[in-house]
């Protein structure tokens, strides 16, 4: 079995000292999660992370390392996939622009509309355990 190695983002912003979370719709299906995608060659999963971020919202972030959460999950077509989370703060003011051939749609939720919105309980748990994180 290939095992697929991705690199993602919880994406948030502070409003009135609560977080919002940025969430994508994907183009091609009905999928709403955070930003992730491939490793590239030599890089790291914080490298990864940071470059798919960019490519899907075109924010530039600054990883939180003090979180960090992997997501294993075998995929539809066989293949395991390993993803390593880290959460990320924009300014309240942060301006996406989605990657249109990718990213559908997008969204800042807070942390029940979120949890509502996001298409896998793996990212519901990841999420839980981001805001959990975040708010103590």
């Not at 290939?2 to 009905?30: C, F, H, N, Q, W």
């Not at 390993?82 to 703060?89: D, E, I």
């Not at 807070?110 to 990212?123: P, S």
Request: net charge negative; proline share 2%.
């Amino acid at each position: 079995m290939k095992t697929e190695l991705d690199g993602g983002a919880i994406v948030y912003r502070m409003v009135a000292g609560t977080p919002e979370y940025l969430l994508l719709k994907s183009a091609t299906s009905d999928f709403w999660g955070f930003p992730k995608g491939h490793l590239e060659g030599s890089e790291s999963y914080e490298d990864a992370a940071i470059r798919e971020t960019k490519e899907e919202t075109n924010l530039a972030i600054k990883l939180d390392l003090n979180f960090d959460h992997n997501l294993d999950y075998d995929m539809n077509n066989g293949h395991h996939k390993t993803v390593k989370f880290f959460a990320a703060r924009v300014p309240e003011d942060a301006i996406v622009t989605r990657q249109v051939a990718e990213i559908s749609n997008y969204g800042w939720f807070d942390f029940e509309r979120a949890r509502k919105q996001l298409t896998f309980d793996n990212l519901k748990a990841l999420l839980d355990a981001a805001n959990q994180y975040l708010t103590n």
